[in-house]
């Protein structure tokens, strides 16, 4: 009968546009997936272009500041070292003093 025939063909006209929505979906939604890899490779390597620009502009700060801290460190050391030669002395006999060997 030329009714069943109609609807057979239907059928299969139905089923292939499915298929091919489907298909067409699942293309879609790769496309869609690579752009969004491709935007998050993006995003981290900007990330981490960030943190590594960050982490130079710190360790040369630090870097300065232990640099002008050694700095400081040496002229108080020498500070200690010129007042302690100028009251060698003075030092000595307080300590002698105060061991009861002030003679």
């Given at each position: 009968?030329?009714?069943?025939g109609?609807?057979?063909?239907?059928?299969?006209?139905?089923?292939?546009?499915?298929?091919?929505?489907?298909?067409?979906?699942?293309?879609?939604?790769?496309?869609?997936?690579?752009?969004?890899?491709?935007?998050?490779?993006?995003?981290?390597?900007?990330?981490?272009?960030?943190?590594?620009?960050?982490?130079?502009?710190?360790?040369?700060?630090?870097?300065?500041?232990?640099?002008?801290?050694?700095?400081?460190?040496?002229?108080l050391?020498?500070?200690?070292?010129?007042?302690?030669?100028?009251?060698?002395?003075?030092?000595?006999?307080?300590?002698?003093?105060?061991?009861?060997?002030?003679?």
């Open positions: 009968m030329p009714v069943f109609w609807v057979e063909d239907i059928e299969n006209i139905y089923e292939n546009l499915i298929e091919n929505a489907k298909k067409e979906s699942l293309e879609d939604i790769e496309r869609l997936k690579a752009s969004l890899e491709k935007d998050m490779e993006k995003k981290i390597h900007n990330n981490q272009e960030i943190i590594n620009s960050a982490l130079k502009t710190l360790s040369k700060d630090v870097n300065e500041k232990s640099l002008r801290f050694g700095e400081s460190i040496s002229k050391c020498s500070k200690i070292e010129k007042n302690y030669y100028e009251n060698k002395e003075e030092l000595m006999n307080l300590i002698f003093e105060k061991l009861g060997f002030d003679f």
